[in-house]
């Protein structure tokens, strides 16, 4: 985004939030401010009020990622339910049954797709949904390995697993050597990997990649669009995630 910024001769300004900010607060401090020509705005949420807001107020901006307001706004977001439908689809096509659902912050719309993706490929598959293979939270290698070490060590312990990151994914097969499991025989894993990290591992691993560079440069170009003509079409574009089977 900051190459793509200062190529349309802009300057990327990043302002951060945590946990216990009120994400509107946040962000009517800085419209008071008038620091920004247009802004960018993440981590969307269910019914995400910043997006009524900047449309009220008339800002230009643009959502990475979607939340589920009845509203026309401009977004650049990638096909979180698409991605895991398919992951879960060549999971039961390995011959899962027990597929474990590895997912982010609760209230993240991107979790919330991801959750749909996975309900309908298991549906699909009348295969009944077990709750307690659906995991959330701030994903480390610490906490997944964690994670799946107590789902391993259940009674009727998974079989395919599809993982939010690649963090998560590292943190998985730190669970599996522990246990002396053989990926690709004892479980199966899909990960989502937008860093390319997977192609690095020893363990040989299908994923869904998506090309961050495009979709910062994606964003900025909308938002540009966006500060020319405040009262055009709000474009909505979707990245897909591209499976690269393992090696």
């Not at 001769?9 to 990043?14: N, P, R, V």
């Not at 991801?114 to 077990?130: C, F, K, N, P, V």
């Not at 307690?132 to 009727?156: C, N, V």
């Not at 599809?162 to 894993?189: I, M, P, T």
Request: negative net charge; aromatic residues 6%; contains cysteine.
């Amino acid at each position: 985004m900051t190459l793509a910024a200062r190529q349309a001769g802009y300057s990327l300004s990043i302002y951060f939030t945590t946990p216990d900010d009120d994400p509107v607060e946040s962000l009517r401090h800085l419209l008071q401010a008038r620091s920004a020509d247009g802004l960018i705005i993440t981590r969307m949420i269910s019914g995400d009020p910043r997006v009524r807001l900047l449309l009220d107020e008339r800002v230009p901006f643009v959502a990475f990622g979607r939340t589920d307001l009845d509203l026309v706004y401009p977004y650049v977001d990638i096909d979180n339910e698409q991605i895991a439908y398919d992951a879960v689809q060549r999971l039961i096509r390995k011959g899962c049954r027990r597929i474990a659902l590895q997912l982010l912050v609760p209230n993240d719309q991107a979790s919330a797709m991801r959750l749909a993706g996975y309900a309908r490929a298991m549906t699909e598959a009348g295969i009944a949904i077990d709750p307690s293979l659906i995991g959330h939270g701030t994903f480390t290698m610490e906490s997944s390995a964690a994670w799946f070490d107590r789902l391993l060590a259940s009674s009727d312990p998974p079989t395919g697993l599809a993982c939010a990151n690649e963090l998560g994914l590292l943190g998985a097969l730190h669970a599996f050597d522990r246990r002396g499991l053989v990926l690709g025989r004892d479980v199966h894993v899909i990960a989502r990997d937008s860093t390319r990290l997977a192609r690095f591992l020893p363990a040989k691993i299908g994923v869904h990649s998506v090309d961050m560079a495009d979709v910062g440069h994606k964003l900025v170009e909308v938002l540009q669009s966006r500060i020319a003509n405040p009262l055009g079409l709000a474009a909505g574009i979707l990245f897909n995630g591209k499976f690269e089977p393992p090696e």
